[in-house]
């Protein structure tokens, strides 16, 4: 049996940005995805994967035949499966070119919905398992910045960019004195990241201009030792961002009231957001309906 695994990721600095080769800071965190694969005589794959509480939530199979994977399921997820497993094989001739079958199993161990990398962490432990380069395997299936592969196979905090013809991956240390009053704090819905892009890609701007500022302060921000100042800087970034995107905050639109920081994280308008503050001060988000809340140091793998 083989066995792979990889980090989820959250995007701190450079949402958006990043797309265009700008410079993001990314988490990986302490949940991740595993693949692990047997073989079985049956000619063929079969694939299987489970919610964090071990519940299914898809099986499907599909048909290896000269080289070639098919399948007869409808459904998005298999579709989207077959297509992934179809690119492997073109960047890799020899993965899955054996006369014996696949049974694959994949287990997630946060909810689906929280957005940390179901899709990247996939990505990911495919590659590896067919011995092809990630980043390649996502441009030609989901595409994206590629920030989310860097940190699927990082165990630090890491600057990114995909600016040039490969990625720039700088794992950093990051100085925060403060990590213990900082937060993410899940807003009950899981954000759409093509609908972000296709409106940055929309509507946006003087996008260069954004992404200079952005640049500047996510460089300052993994410098900083006092949360006032790590504050400041990332409220400059939600500014900027804002404009971009010609959104609301999320903190005007949702949090006006909190005394602390609210940023947003990735694609706007779902998943979690990065606060700072207290422990008392979370009462405020559980009063609000707002109960999923992990602390820094616990996200952070």
């Not at 704090?185 to 609908?195: C, G």
């Not at 409106?199 to 946006?204: D, G, L, T």
């Not at 504050?231 to 900027?240: D, F, G």
């Amino acid at each position: 049996m083989q066995s792979f695994h990889s980090n989820g990721k959250l995007l701190l600095t450079g949402e958006y940005t990043v797309l265009d080769g700008g410079l993001g800071l990314a988490i990986p965190t302490s949940y991740g995805q595993s693949l692990s694969v047997k073989n079985i005589e049956d000619k063929g794959l079969v694939w299987k994967s489970y919610n964090a509480d071990s519940t299914l939530w898809y099986k499907g199979s599909f048909k290896i035949n000269e080289s070639v994977i098919t399948t007869e399921n409808k459904d998005q997820t298999s579709v989207t499966l077959c297509k992934i497993l179809q690119q492997a094989m073109k960047l890799n001739p020899d993965f899955l070119n054996e006369e014996s079958g696949f049974f694959v199993e994949t287990s997630l161990n946060f909810p689906r919905q929280w957005g940390l990398g179901t899709s990247s962490t996939l990505i990911n432990n495919i590659a590896q398992w067919a011995k092809v380069d990630a980043f390649k395997l996502l441009e030609y299936s989901f595409g994206g910045s590629g920030y989310d592969i860097a940190a699927a196979r990082n165990d630090s905090p890491i600057l990114y960019s995909n600016k040039g013809k490969t990625p720039h991956i700088r794992p950093i240390n990051l100085p925060w004195e403060f990590t213990n009053r900082l937060f993410f704090v899940y807003l009950n819905k899981k954000q759409d990241s093509k609908e972000g892009i296709a409106r940055y890609k929309e509507i946006a701007r003087h996008k260069e201009t954004a992404r200079a500022k952005i640049d500047l302060l996510t460089e300052q921000v993994t410098t900083i030792h006092k949360l006032e100042v790590f504050r400041s800087l990332l409220e400059q970034h939600e500014t900027i961002i804002s404009r971009l995107l010609q959104l609301p905050k999320i903190k005007d639109e949702l949090f006006p009231d909190y005394p602390g920081l609210v940023k947003s994280l990735g694609a706007w308008g779902g998943d979690f957001v990065l606060v700072s503050g207290g422990k008392d001060d979370l009462d405020y988000y559980r009063n609000k309906g707002y109960t999923t809340i992990i602390p820094f140091a616990e996200m952070l793998k």
